[in-house]
C-alpha cells in the first residue's frame, strides 16, 4: 500500500488512475478504525479494481471545545488494517497541507446543514462538507463509501454532491454493531465499562420504535414517545434529539413511510453517540 501526504502527489495518482478502464473507490475517515470502517474498505474493494482510502481528522468540524484535541489517533495500526483489506493507496495529508495558510473558502449547505446534527453542532456540516469536497477533488473517484450511522451527513453530502455536479456515486453501506446492537464508532472507545452499558439505551430505544412500525403504528408522535419513554428510562443518557424525518430532506414527517429516517443523539457521559434506521 502507496502511503502519500501531498496534495499535487495524490492529484498526479489520481489522474493517471482516472485513465485507466477501471472503477476509483474512495473510503474517506478519520482513522481510529474499527468492523464499520472496515466493512465499507471491503465493499468498495469488492465493487471497484482500485481502492483509495483517506485518514484525516478534520478541525474543521470540531467546534470548541469538542474532542478535536483528544479523537483518537492510531494510524500505524490504520495503516496495517487498510493494506490487509487490499487498500492500494492510503491519502494521510496534515491540515497545514489541506488548509494551507491563507485559504479562506468554505463550502455550506444551508437548510439541510442546520437540522439534526447541523442544529445541534453549528458549523459542523460546513467543515465536513468543505473537507469531502476537497477530497472529492484530489482523488476524483468514481464511488465515494460512507456509513450510514452519519446519516444527516449523507443527507448533506447527497445534496452537495448533486448542487456542484460531482461526478460520482454516494455508496451508503449498513451499520455495524457490535453484539449487543451498540453502533461501532471511533467515540465508543471514550465510555467507560458503565457508560458502555448506559449507551445501550440509545440501541433499545430505537428497536422499540422498529417493533411498533412493525405491529402497525406509523404516527410519528406516538412513535416519538415511546422511544422517549426508553430514553427517560435510561440511566446516564442525556438526550440531543430522537427524530422521525425524510431522509433526504432531514424535515420532520408526520407518518413513517419509504424514505423515513428515524434518528437519534445523545450524551452518555461527555461523549456523543448517534444511531439510526431507515424503516422497510
Known sequence: MQIVKSVAEMQSICRK???QDALLGFVPT???????HLSLVERATAECQTVVASIFVNPLQFAPGEDFAKYPRTFEQDSRQLEAEGVAILFAPDATEMYPEGAVTTITVPGI???????SRPGHFTGV???VAKLFHIV???????GQKDAAQLAV???MIQDLNFDLELVSCAIVRDTDGLALSSRNQYLSGPEREQAL???RALTRIEQSIANGERRSSTLLQIGRNILDAATGVRVDYLAIVDAKSLLPVASVETGTLIAVAAYVGRTRLIDNFLPT
Request: glycine share 16%; net charge positive.
Open 113 to 119: 446543514g442546520d437540522r439534526l446534527d447541523g442544529a
Open 30 to 36: 478519520m482513522g481510529a478504525l474499527h468492523k464499520g
Open 129 to 131: 462538507a468543505t473537507v
Open 17 to 19: 488512475l482516472r485513465t
Open 201 to 203: 439505551g440509545l440501541h
Open 140 to 146: 476524483t473517484p468514481h464511488r465515494a463509501y460512507f
Open 157 to 159: 453530502l447527497q445534496q
